[in-house]
C-alpha cells in the first residue's frame, strides 16, 4: 500500500515549502514546475527508511544501483524541456522511481517512459496507479532504442547519462521538438539541449552533471 501523501514531520507541506524556496533560490522560475514539485509526495519514491530525506535537495538510492534525482536536477531538465513551444507527448527514458515522470505527467498531456530494470519499473507502475497518473504509459526496454512505435514525441528527456547522444533518440524527435540529456563519462557529464530544426539539430551544452550511466540490455 501507498502510504498517505500528505505525511508527517519531515515529509509535512513545511518541509517542502521549503526546498520549493531553495530551488527557487537556485534559478528555477517555472511556476508550473514549482506548483507541482511542492505538491507531489517524493517521500512515495523512496523507500521508507529514506522518507526523512526526501525534501531534501539531493539524489537518493532506489536500489539497483540507481538513483532518484536531486530535486534541483528535476526542476532544471523539466524547465528546460517546457521551455518553447507547448509540449504535449513527451518521451522519458529512464523510469526509475518515477518520480521524474509523475512531475512529467502533471505537466503534459502523455508521458511515455521506457526502464530497462523491470523490478524498479513494476514499482513505479504501483505508484502511479494509486496516485491516480493515468496519463503515463511504460515499456521494458533498453533507453538508447527510444520507443518509436509512439514517435514522434514533442520532447524527449533522458536521466541516465549516455557517452555519446543516441542517434535513435535524435530520429524520434519531432521537428521543433527539444531533447534534454546528460551526456559524458563518470568522470566529466554535462547537460545538453538539443532542439531540432528542420533535419538539422542544434545543441547547447548547459551545467556540469552526475548521473548514472546509461546502460544496454535489460534486467
Excluded at 30 to 49: I, K, Q
Excluded at 163 to 181: H, N
Aim: proline share 6%; net charge neutral.
Amino acid at each position: 500500500m501507498i502510504a498517505d501523501h500528505r505525511g508527517i514531520g519531515m515529509t509535512s507541506q513545511r518541509t517542502r515549502d521549503r526546498l520549493i524556496m531553495r530551488l527557487q533560490e537556485q534559478g528555477i522560475k517555472n511556476s508550473h514546475v514549482l506548483a507541482v514539485m511542492r505538491e507531489l509526495p517524493r517521500h512515495l519514491f523512496v523507500d521508507e527508511a529514506l522518507a526523512s530525506r526526501a525534501y531534501e535537495d539531493t539524489a537518493l538510492p532506489i536500489g539497483h544501483s540507481q538513483t532518484i534525482s536531486q530535486p534541483y536536477i528535476v526542476a532544471r531538465m523539466t524547465e528546460l524541456l517546457l521551455e518553447g513551444t507547448p509540449k504535449t507527448k513527451v518521451l522519458e527514458v529512464g523510469t526509475g522511481s518515477g518520480y521524474q515522470t509523475a512531475v512529467l505527467s502533471r505537466l503534459v498531456e502523455r508521458v511515455f517512459s521506457v526502464e530497462r530494470i523491470a523490478p524498479l519499473q513494476n514499482q513505479a507502475r504501483e505508484r502511479f496507479y494509486q496516485m491516480k497518473l493515468n496519463n503515463i504509459r511504460l515499456k521494458h526496454s533498453d533507453g538508447s532504442w527510444g520507443w518509436p512505435e509512439n514517435a514522434p514525441y514533442d520532447a524527449i528527456i533522458v536521466t541516465c547519462a549516455p557517452e555519446q547522444v543516441p542517434e535513435e533518440l535524435l530520429r524520434q524527435l519531432a521537428p521543433g521538438g527539444r531533447l534534454v540529456i546528460p551526456v559524458g563519462s563518470s568522470a566529466s557529464q554535462s547537460l545538453r539541449v538539443i532542439d531540432r530544426n528542420g533535419n538539422k539539430f542544434e545543441q547547447t551544452e548547459l551545467d556540469p552533471v552526475s548521473f548514472v550511466p546509461l546502460l544496454s540490455g535489460q534486467i
